[in-house]
């Protein structure tokens, strides 16, 4: 038993002192021993670590209502659009610098079937919040890599197991999907057997093409048969390039994993930032450095769409078929494109199929915010794409300073004026046309829409003299530049923009 107070509050754990401090500064005759609470060694450690730990999410408080503001008639309308607009915004602000990327993809991809999925920490759940994303995946994947395939894997039971077979046709990975929603996850993943399968789909994979796997995880551990170091170093002789998202916390083979194959992991904070990762790997990722070689050709075929008077058995399926593509070189017919020819290995795509493909190697430049100083000296008073009105420019903004608002807006990311200007044509857009053109259709309508060759013509870009597609002037008989993802069309005469 502690003989005195000092030792008393030293023998307690550093929980319990707290409720022990008073004991030393209480009143009567123990208030004359001490003027604070005898602290031992151990309660100053961690009384200091306490200082330095920084506090969990749950520990503070947001005061999430003070970010909101009332506009001028009482109501919360502008700062709702306000915050409607920053998150379109952020989704634009990319590296538009034009990079080498594979648009010829060949990606696997191993979703998370065991036990950890049933959690609820993502609504409703892992694993219905994962087959949705999945879902949203698959579509937008083909829709921005059309001459690219896709594979499904799934770990469960501690055993890896086909989902979808390597295919370029999204109705088949979509209708495998919808087959997943009636069962239940159950056992454990095993990265190593789902790894090893991944890597015998994409054996034959042509080597004009990516290799790549993406990994949806949500469990903390892998149970597998074997080293999977052995399978992390034939990834790399394979150059199959492994990503990765979690769901719960990171976890240190997976980081390895992704290392050592040149590929990302991320863990996804809440819903929406999975599906902003999940959304992410529809990009093609750069090709590295020792693999930009020279370029070679490639033989495709481009074939139309023929309609016959007798119906006829197709070379992919079997199947008794009016319609169809032949082949460009063995006449044998497929269903749909893009495929490979069963008969000869010839590639069939159409035109509309490499033009969706080639924004990736070209961005669309991001635009550029105005601001209210310059909105107002600019004379335009609607969206040159859709034709809607841009309100009018506060009086007190007019005679602000350009150079102020301009950085002001851009450390925003969002205009103050709501409205954004291309750098290259000089006209000015809506939040709604500038998101359609970077995620939809990749091209700017001023720029396509500009008839003004062989007349000298004022920009609203920086500096005073600029440039053609930054290579300066466009001589007589040229075939034009591209350069950010704006094409410029051939100019029988000299022209030079000022």
Same mark, same amino acid.
């Given at each position: 038993?502690a003989?005195s107070d000092?030792e008393?509050v ?13 004991l030393g ?7 004359t021993?001490s003027?604070g ?10 009384e ?5 730990r920084?506090r969990?999410a749950w520990e ?5 209502w ?6 001028a008639d009482g109501?919360?309308s502008?700062?709702?659009e306000?915050?409607l ?5 952020q ?6 610098t034009?990079l080498q990327r594979g ?20 609504r409703?759940t892992r694993y ?6 999945a879902?949203s995946?698959?579509?937008?994947f083909?829709e921005?890599n ?5 594979g ?5 039971d ?11 046709t999204?109705t088949v990975h979509l209708a495998a999907?919808?087959k997943?929603?009636t ?8 990265l ?14 042509p080597s004009?093409g990516t290799?790549?796997?993406? *990994?949806?995880?949500? $469990?903390?551990?892998s149970?597998?048969?074997?080293? %999977?170091?052995?399978? &992390?170093? @034939?990834? =790399?002789?394979d150059r *199959?390039r492994?990503? $990765? ?7 240190? %083979?997976?980081s390895? &994993?992704? @290392?050592? =194959? ?7 904070l809440?819903e929406?930032h999975?599906r902003?990762?999940f ?10 450095s020792?693999e930009?070689?020279?370029?070679s050709?490639?033989?495709?075929g481009f074939?139309?769409r023929t309609v016959?008077?007798a ?6 399926h079997?199947k ?18 893009p495929?490979e020819?069963?008969?000869?290995g010839?590639t069939?795509?159409l035109?509309t199929h ?6 990736h ?5 991001n635009?550029?915010?105005v601001?209210w100083s310059e909105?107002?000296?600019s ?10 009105g841009?309100?009018k420019p506060?009086?007190r903004?007019?005679?602000e ?9 851009m450390?925003?990311?969002v ?5 954004y200007?291309?750098e ?6 809506c939040?709604?046309?500038d998101?359609?053109a970077?995620e ?6 001023g720029?396509?829409g500009?008839t003004r ?17 930054g ?6 008989g040229g075939?034009g530049?591209k350069?950010g993802?704006?094409?410029y ?10």
């Open positions: 038993m003989d000092g008393y030293e023998d307690l754990s550093d929980d319990d002192l707290p409720t022990a401090a008073p500064t209480g009143t009567g005759r123990h208030a021993r003027s609470p005898v602290k031992g060694p151990e309660a100053v450690r961690g200091k670590e306490k200082q330095g920084r969990a503070d408080i947001q005061r999430s003070d970010t909101v503001v009332e506009g109501s919360l502008s700062t709702v306000g915050l607009e920053a998150g379109k915004r989704r634009l602000l990319r590296d538009t034009p648009i010829i993809r060949h990606l696997i991809l191993i979703l998370d079937l065991s036990f950890a999925m049933t959690e609820k920490d993502l409703p219905l919040l994962t087959l949705r994303h879902t995946f698959i579509t937008e083909f921005q059309p001459i690219s395939q896709l499904i894997l799934g770990m469960r501690g055993l890896a197991k086909p989902i979808s077979a390597l295919s370029g999204p999907l919808g997943l929603r069962q239940d996850p159950q056992g454990s993943p095993s190593q057997n789902a790894l090893e399968m991944a890597r015998a789909g994409l054996f034959h994979a004009h290799r790549e796997v993406l *990994i949806i995880s949500g $469990a903390l551990l149970s597998d048969p074997g080293d %999977i170091h052995t399978t &992390i170093a @034939s990834l =790399t002789t *199959i492994v990503s $990765a998202i979690g769901l719960a916390a990171q976890v240190a %083979i997976l390895e &994993i992704c @290392s050592k =194959t040149k590929g990302d992991y991320s863990v996804a809440h929406e999975f902003a990762l959304m992410g790997v529809t990009t093609p990722p750069p090709t590295r020792k930009q070689n020279q370029s050709l490639l033989m495709m074939p139309s016959a008077k119906p006829t058995l197709c070379a992919c079997s008794l078929t009016r319609g169809g593509y032949l082949c460009s070189r063995c006449g044998s017919k497929v269903c749909s494109l495929a020819c069963p008969a000869c010839l069939l795509i035109s490499l033009a969706r493909s080639y924004h190697l070209f961005p669309l430049r635009w550029r915010e601001s909105a107002a000296g004379g335009v008073g609607s969206c040159f794409a859709c034709g809607v841009f309100n506060p009086p903004q007019v005679g300073g350009k150079k102020e608002g301009r950085r002001e807006a450390m925003k990311a205009s103050e004026s709501g409205r200007v291309c290259v044509c000089g006209e000015h857009f939040i709604d046309c998101v359609f970077h939809v259709v990749h091209n700017c309508p720029c396509q500009d060759a062989g007349k000298k013509v004022k920009g609203r870009g920086k500096g005073g003299k600029g440039k053609v597609g290579e300066g002037k466009l001589e007589e075939e530049e350069e993802g704006d094409l069309a051939a100019s029988p005469k000299r022209m030079e923009v000022d």
